[in-house]
């Protein structure tokens, strides 16, 4: 049963391949080193049990307060908490309170626009995502500038794209933004291309400390499945959107 849940685990998380060979060859001693060195870290450092009862029990002040104080920073706070909880369409309409015509800080427009990219809405992200970059273009150590690209690309402006993910890649590393130029090249049929910057994201895999490997896993885990469906016959699309 070790081995099984260490193999499993494994699968999922895609570590450095050696720890295949001392999952197998070291059977359940083998595997339990395993699930000490590589998956109990992880466990230890999550609290998302209790950041989420903390989430609701503010959530839930929060909805209380703007009846009484429809104040521009409690709905931007309560629109927050909504998009951690994945209730996308209520974090808009909060969004949507916290901005006016005099908002003077990107930090509402770029939080409404991670929702609108989960809600596929681009055209409204791109607009969000403008205004972000007119007040800083290094906004969120560029990922701002990387999800722009990545909306241009999902609105048809391919020139736009081009040019925005080649000027932010000439100094950011993020896999994300990495990973939404390659399916970008993919789907401009630059497969080779594509290929390249996919095998960029894992190359990071030898070098990244622990903790920050599981961070990356999911851009793992899409660069592999890219590059896998790039080598099947036939096959040319790509996962998208961002995570």
Same mark, same amino acid.
């Given at each position: 049963?070790v081995?099984?849940a260490?193999?499993?685990d494994?699968i999922?998380?895609?570590?450095?391949?050696?720890?295949?060979?001392i999952?197998?060859m #070291?059977g359940p001693l083998?595997?339990?080193? =395993?699930l000490v *060195?590589?998956?109990?870290?992880?466990?230890r450092?999550?609290? &998302?049990g209790?950041?989420w009862y903390?989430r609701?029990?503010r %959530?839930k $002040?929060l &909805?209380? %307060?703007?009846?009484?104080?429809?104040a521009?920073?409690?709905?931007?706070e309560?629109?927050?908490l909504?998009?951690e909880?994945?209730k996308?369409?209520?974090? !808009?309409?909060c969004?949507?309170?916290?901005i006016?015509s005099r908002?003077d *800080?990107p +930090?509402?427009?770029y #939080?409404r626009?991670?929702?609108?990219l989960h809600?596929?809405?681009?055209a409204?992200a791109? $607009?969000?995502?403008e205004k972000?970059? +007119?007040?800083d !273009? $290094? @906004?969120? =150590?560029?990922r701002a500038?990387g999800? /722009?690209?990545?909306?241009y690309? !999902?609105? #048809?402006? %391919?020139?736009?794209?081009?040019r /925005?993910f080649?000027?932010?890649l000439?100094t950011s590393? /993020?896999? &994300?933004?990495q @990973?939404?130029?390659?399916?970008?090249?993919?789907g401009?049929?630059? $497969?080779?291309?594509?290929?390249?910057?996919a095998?960029? %994201?894992l190359?990071k895999k030898a070098?990244l400390?622990r903790?920050?490997?599981g961070k990356?896993g999911?851009? @793992?885990?899409?660069?592999i499945g890219? /590059? +896998?469906?790039?080598a099947?016959p036939g096959?040319t &699309?790509?996962?998208? #959107?961002?995570?």
């Open positions: 049963m081995e099984v260490a193999i499993v494994f999922r998380r895609r570590p450095n391949m050696y720890w295949l060979w999952i197998i #070291g083998g595997a339990g080193i =395993y *060195m590589e998956v109990l870290p992880d466990h450092i999550s609290t &998302e209790f950041r903390t609701r029990k %959530i $002040q &909805e209380v %307060i703007v009846l009484d104080n429809p521009p920073g409690n709905y931007e309560l629109a927050d909504y998009s909880e994945k996308f369409d209520r974090a !808009r309409q969004f949507d309170q916290a006016s908002t *800080m +930090n509402p427009f #939080g626009a991670i929702v609108e809600l596929n809405d681009f409204a791109t $607009q969000d995502l972000v970059m +007119n007040f !273009r $290094q @906004f969120d =150590y560029q500038a999800l /722009l690209a990545y909306c690309s !999902r609105t #048809g402006q %391919i020139e736009k794209a081009e /925005l080649r000027d932010t000439s590393t /993020l896999s &994300e933004t @990973f939404n130029y390659a399916a970008f090249l993919v401009q049929g630059r $497969q080779q291309e594509a290929r390249d910057w095998q960029r %994201i190359n070098t400390p903790y920050l490997r990356e999911p851009w @793992f885990r899409k660069a890219l /590059l +896998n469906a790039l099947a096959q &699309e790509a996962a998208k #959107g961002p995570s």
